[in-house]
């Protein structure tokens, strides 16, 4: 069965297209057809100006009807489409989500942080891994932070920060607002097993793939240090030259690795594991929940 999910973030929209495929034990596997990319930027709006200008619009409005030919073309049979902290916060957002709907047909459900953490760690991950551990998942986008706690494999925490790398570069996030992010790391990793991280998100796939640590390893939170310190030497369009990065990864990628650094460090996890998962992955098995 095909299926499809929409995930409208603070940086990017992106698309993820994917077959459900059953082996004759009856065994679910999800087998990625295309994921399409468009960085529409709406934070850079939002979180300055409160809601998201008629370019924006526009580029978003274009994206979606670009998706709803790519669903037709691939013959998607359900579609789950979600936006997140910017659309959250923009105080247009029911009549841009109204105009999507009567133009592509494309129904947006505006999602809250608690639930975009539940379809994070509803890939599963920390079901696989050790119970000697407890693992923290960090999933870092334009807008906010979310965290889910797991120990003995079950979830005893999870929380949505409004500290994203967009609201960090446009100077939105305030000492209150860290001070709280870190009482709260602190006191739900106190006195538990040792803390492994699972990271999510655009940056940390690209930090993992800057590496070129094989799959499956770990980075550990002085690699991270040391890129921050490394990136920081540069200027934008240095980084963009030297490391091969798209303009709108390279400015947002400091931010994030400062997010990242700052919850391992508070949560005393000195190892990260980048699966390549993300918002649109969960959304995926979310849908084949509803639908199967």
Same mark, same amino acid.
């Given at each position: 069965?095909?299926?499809?999910?929409?995930?409208?973030?603070? =940086?990017? /929209?992106?698309?993820?297209?994917?077959?459900?495929?059953? +082996?004759?034990? @009856?065994?679910?596997? *999800?087998?990625?057809?295309?994921?399409?990319?468009?960085?529409?930027?709406?934070?850079?709006?939002?979180?300055?100006? @409160?809601?998201?200008?008629?370019?924006?619009?526009?580029?978003?409005?274009?994206?979606?009807?670009?998706?709803?030919?790519?669903? =037709?073309?691939?013959?998607?049979? #359900?579609?789950?489409?979600?936006? %997140?902290?910017?659309?959250? &916060?923009?105080?247009?957002?029911?009549?841009?989500?109204?105009?999507?709907?009567?133009?592509?047909?494309?129904?947006?459900?505006?999602?809250?942080?608690?639930? !975009? /953490?539940?379809?994070?760690?509803? =890939?599963?991950? /920390?079901? =696989?891994?050790?119970? +000697?551990?407890?693992?923290?998942?960090?999933?870092?986008?334009?807008?906010?932070?979310?965290?889910?706690? #797991?120990?003995?494999?079950?979830?005893? #925490?999870?929380?949505? *920060?409004?500290?994203?790398?967009?609201?960090?570069?446009?100077?939105?996030?305030?000492?209150?607002?860290? +001070?709280?992010?870190?009482? %709260?790391?602190?006191?739900?990793?106190?006195?538990?097993?040792?803390?492994?991280?699972?990271?999510? @998100?655009?940056?940390?796939?690209?930090? #993992?793939?800057?590496?070129?640590?094989?799959?499956?390893?770990?980075?550990?939170?002085?690699?991270?240090?040391?890129?921050?310190? !490394?990136?920081?030497? *540069?200027?934008?369009?240095?980084?963009?030259?030297?490391?091969?990065?798209?303009? &709108?990864?390279? &400015?947002?990628?400091?931010?994030?690795?400062?997010?990242?650094?700052?919850?391992?460090?508070?949560?005393? /996890?000195?190892?990260?594991?980048?699966?390549?998962?993300?918002?649109?992955? @969960?959304?995926?098995?979310?849908?084949?929940?509803?639908?199967?």
């Amino acid at each position: 069965m095909r299926l499809a999910a929409i995930d409208i973030g603070s =940086n990017a /929209a992106r698309l993820l297209i994917t077959d459900v495929m059953k +082996d004759e034990k @009856g065994n679910i596997s *999800f087998n990625k057809v295309n994921l399409i990319r468009v960085p529409l930027r709406l934070g850079f709006d939002v979180f300055e100006y @409160g809601s998201i200008s008629k370019q924006r619009i526009g580029m978003l409005m274009q994206t979606m009807k670009a998706y709803k030919h790519l669903l =037709n073309a691939y013959e998607v049979r #359900f579609l789950k489409a979600c936006a %997140t902290s910017a659309m959250r &916060d923009a105080k247009n957002a029911s009549d841009i989500i109204r105009k999507v709907r009567l133009e592509t047909d494309i129904a947006i459900e505006v999602i809250s942080g608690d639930y !975009e /953490a539940n379809l994070i760690y509803e =890939n599963h991950i /920390a079901e =696989n891994l050790d119970k +000697d551990h407890s693992y923290m998942y960090i999933d870092v986008g334009g807008g906010s932070t979310e965290v889910s706690f #797991f120990t003995n494999n079950i979830l005893t #925490f999870k929380e949505s *920060f409004n500290i994203g790398t967009i609201r960090l570069l446009k100077n939105m996030v305030n000492e209150k607002q860290w +001070d709280q992010m870190k009482d %709260t790391i602190r006191s739900m990793t106190k006195g538990q097993k040792e803390v492994i991280a699972i990271g999510s @998100g655009g940056n940390i796939n690209k930090i #993992f793939s800057l590496s070129k640590r094989k799959d499956g390893k770990p980075l550990s939170l002085e690699l991270l240090k040391d890129y921050y310190k !490394e990136l920081s030497n *540069f200027t934008l369009q240095e980084r963009i030259k030297i490391y091969n990065l798209r303009e &709108d990864r390279a &400015d947002v990628i400091l931010p994030a690795l400062q997010i990242f650094s700052n919850i391992m460090r508070w949560a005393n /996890a000195n190892e990260i594991y980048v699966p390549k998962i993300g918002l649109v992955d @969960g959304l995926v098995k979310h849908l084949w929940e509803e639908v199967k």
